[in-house]
């Protein structure tokens, strides 16, 4: 294969996934089709984790549910995640090791016995996957053209213990829906310059 242009993947969707998708607080009062989400859900999946781990759980938490929601959102993500068409709590599940047997086939029983007894490292593994995978989300929400608000000013602990089983933890909450046609949105925020973020090791 010959490299003619740096993206193999076209500039429109490239500008839907980054240059022109940006935090999203205000949506239209449209609902979407759940089978949407669906599609999402069964494309992200495809993102690498840890050892194949997948510690990701995407919990939704419909309209008539919200008012168990807001209250532990603060300041001004109370409102919009009261409004937003869709809103779902990213969690970690740290006992994601009892499916690395099956996930992970080429490491037989070893990974999973391994985790077994230390927590904090599978606590560990659990946020950064399950963070990896709630980016994946994101972008996969951006694709099929809705607008995304991650948060996480939230009350994490109070949001676990009012929705997730034993081993989860809340580490984001996503709201999403159709981008409202007005002027509330905040500006796209400036980026910082290659110069700053990147540079090849000393
Ligand atoms: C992990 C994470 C947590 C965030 N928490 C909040 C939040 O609590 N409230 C909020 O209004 N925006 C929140 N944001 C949105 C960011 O402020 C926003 O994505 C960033 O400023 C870039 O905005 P832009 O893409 O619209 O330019 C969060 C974003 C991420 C990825």
Redesign the pocket.
């Known amino acids: 294969m010959s490299i003619t242009a740096p993206f193999i993947i076209n500039d429109e969707a490239l500008n839907v996934l980054f240059r022109d ?3 999203t ?1 205000a949506f239209e009062d449209t609902s979407i089709d759940p089978e949407v989400i669906k599609s999402v859900r069964d494309l992200i999946k495809w993102g690498p984790t840890s050892m194949n781990s997948q510690p990701l759980r995407i919990i939704e938490v419909p309209k008539d549910k919200r008012s168990r929601l807001v209250p532990h959102m ?1 300041g ?2 109370q409102a919009k995640t009261e409004k937003a068409p869709l809103a779902f709590i990213m969690a970690a599940d740290t006992n994601f090791h009892n499916n690395l047997p099956q996930q992970f086939p080429a490491g037989g029983n070893g990974p999973r016995d391994m985790y077994e007894n230390n927590e904090e490292a599978r606590t560990a593994v659990a946020l950064q996957s399950a963070n990896l995978q709630a980016a994946y989300f ?1 972008l996969g929400l951006r694709a099929v053209g809705l607008g995304v ?6 009350d994490a602990d109070a949001v676990t213990k009012e929705f997730l089983r034993d081993g989860e933890q809340a580490i ?1 909450v996503i709201i999403a829906g159709v981008p409202a046609d007005t002027d509330s949105h ?1 500006a ?2 400036p980026r910082m310059g290659d110069a700053d973020v990147f540079r090849v090791a000393d």
């Open positions: 998708a940006h935090t607080s603060m001004s993500n994101i608000g991650p948060m996480g000013g939230f984001m905040h796209q925020g």
